[in-house]
């Protein structure tokens, strides 16, 4: 649907109370409407038009609130931003989760960081702010909170604990976390049960927050930049380049052919790795030594290929707006393209052998399955909904960097099983090591970098991260500093998917669970 | 299943020879700067740096690189006019500030010889961004096979010797952080893993984030990087056991009377 299709189906619907206009940051619609119509319109996007829901932004203007809820869908349609303003002093605005789901955890993040009430939301507090450390009323995002070095006065509550909910005879709660099994990362689970079977399961995310939208506030771009490529280190190079492109298009500045060739073929071979590291976590899970084993060693030798290739294991230092801060050689890239075949090449008979381990599959098939229409309403992204049969990928919808030139498939399963989940790692990883071939093919001479003003203004960035579509929202002030960096990752849709997939089953297949839907807590706790 | 038999044999040994020889495979280590004289372009270098690693030393026209800092940003290489000269090996763990529980069978910041071979490491994720974790994670992979050098890692902090933490210490984890410390039996040994470990990196001191763990537990072992890579940490871990002698946190190394005669 192009905008003045948009515009008008709109008119009909809801007359004058809608504004629709090409918006001002980049390619996209601008909807704007009363606070009162926001459910309806949310509902008729995302529930009529299928329209994927990519994330909410809120900004404190110095006068009122504007929120932002970003839909996309595919190409040919133009991504809608829904926007909605009202005074400072006014602090309730209607919840749209109820048929938005997957705005749940964004509405409760509103409401921790800048404390807005979003009435109907089932839901609100102890989130990302935990209860039994800081007290209420701390509204860190606000502008009026100081980012001073010591934390504010807090009288934590030693007596807190996780509200039980499933409440039968025989019911326990288990809590995982957040210091547990060797090397996982800090995160919490309650998991209630009656005996076998998960029957709740609730994460308690955000023990690593790090508070990286506050604190790149007021830096200059280029520092904010650091910040975007170190607060998920396995997609390190996604989220920077979701940060570039904002800066792109804020300054109106395109990168040289060359830069954006070598953006495809340094990210792919990012997500080559990383989906060899989920296949290594998966195998893990299940005990299956050698496998592991083996998928460990083709992580390490892509490892070394990054840090051979470009001078850093996870491709830190690369990107700067307008293109890349140092150029690859030719020869260079030939050999990492060879070697990442070879490395597909024992991925595949990595993969035929998992085929025929029956023991590893009986722990695979039909375990922590996710049905489409479970994915759907909650915004599942990535690889894990692509397993459930919910085709998103914004390098197809939302084109960047020129993949619209380059031939990929987006594999896609039906089964919303760990299986599944497998064999679209697998599928992704073919497809990146021949995007990275393509993208070393069309490698041609010329500068790798155009110099990118710093303007003032506001842009959406995006990019198909390892984990599914990360966005990010980047506003420069008039100063050229930061003024607002919102980051919508990829972990922070699945992990609020997470319980879709455990819940109703037994409990030994959780940490199989859990490694199938491959999530980051650095990338979700920011 | 005897096809994954065949193939962990057809594989042959992957290990790396280090410590008994140096590796020598491209890509293993991402480097640091080095100090030194660096003659007129020590202004524009220590602007260049966005964390103050690098700052003027006391002799003319030379540099003092703070290995803590240093979160590999390259911009004191790629775009300088006079690029910083790179270390290329991974050889970085130094001592942290002494501890002051020395317990009887362990020397200072070492943990005794009678563990040298034997050591149990409970690794905690302060607020790490994946990279370090994944790192020490490697350390369990047939390239770096630490099981080989007798470094097991264990899940509870009552089996635990070595405290290894990565992340500039959140305000949530503070307290987890703690209470795995003080679960952990003596003799105990604490190593900070990362420029975050080390000094907040990019992240910390804010109001969510502490300037590493030092604030919170003595540290014995420090590891620079950003993040070391696994043989780096594999340095640490032996200089906590007394079985490599560490390095110096600064590039070049402080001349201090103190430093000389230990």
Known sequence: MNLSDLSQQMAQRWHDQVRVRTEPHGPCGEVECPAGLLPEIARWLFAELDYSFAGLIVEEDPAQWVLRYEFHRAREDVPVQVVVRRALAERTFPSISDCVHAA??????????????????????????????????????RHKFQTSLAPPERRPNPHWSLRRIVQTPGAFAMPIGPVFSGLAESVHFQLETVGEDVIRCIPRLFYKYRGIEKIAEGRAPQDALLLAERFCATSAFAHALAFCQAMETIGGVEPPGRAKTLRVFLAELERLRHHVAAIEGICESTALAVAASQMALLQEELLRLSGALTGHRYLFGLLTPGGLKCDLEDDACQRAIAAAQDILRRLRQLEKMLQFSSSFLDRLEEVGVVGAKDARTHGLVGPVARASGVVRDVRKALPYCGYEAFNFDVPIEHEGDGYARLRILFAEAAQSASLMQQAGAALRPGPIHTPCPSRPGAALGWVEAPRGAAFCWLRISEAGQVARYRLMPPSFANWHGLHLATENFAFQDFPIILATFDLSVAENDR | MSQWVCRGIKTRIKTTHYPAQAETAPGVSPGLPLGGAYAAAVASLVNLCPTKAISPGLVKDSLIVDYRRCIHCFRCVRGATTPMRWDQGWQWAADGQKCDSVAPGSEGNRLG??????????????????????????????????????????????????????????????????????????????????????????????????????????????????????????????????????????????????????
């Open chain 1, 104 to 141: 749940d955890w964004h509405e409760r993040e509103a409401e921790d960081m800048f404390g807005l009430i979003f009435e109907g939301h089932p839901r609100l507090g102890d989130f990302i702010l935990h209860d039994d450390v800081w007290q209420e009323g701390v509204e860190p995002m």
């Open chain 2, 113 to 262: 010889r009678v563990f040298a071979h034997s050591v149990h490491i409970i690794v905690v994720d302060a607020g790490d961004c994946g990279a370090c974790l994944n790192e020490v994670k490697q350390l369990n992979n047939p390239y770096y096979n630490m099981h080989r050098l007798g470094f097991f890692l264990t899940p509870t902090p009552r089996h635990a010797d070595i405290l290894l933490v990565v992340g500039p210490v959140t305000e949530h984890m503070r307290l987890p952080l703690l209470k795995t410390y003080e679960a952990m039996p003596t003799p105990k040994r604490v190593i900070a893993v990362g420029a975050c470990a080390l000094s907040g990196g990019v992240f910390g001191p804010s109001f969510v984030s502490g300037a590493g763990v030092a604030q919170t537990l003595p540290v014995d072992v420090q590891v620079p990087g950003h993040p070391p890579p696994p043989l780096a940490i594999l340095h640490g871990l032996l200089v906590a056991v007394g079985r490599q002698t560490p390095a110096s946190i600064t590039s070049p190394a402080p001349i201090l009377p103190e430093a000389t005669t230990r």
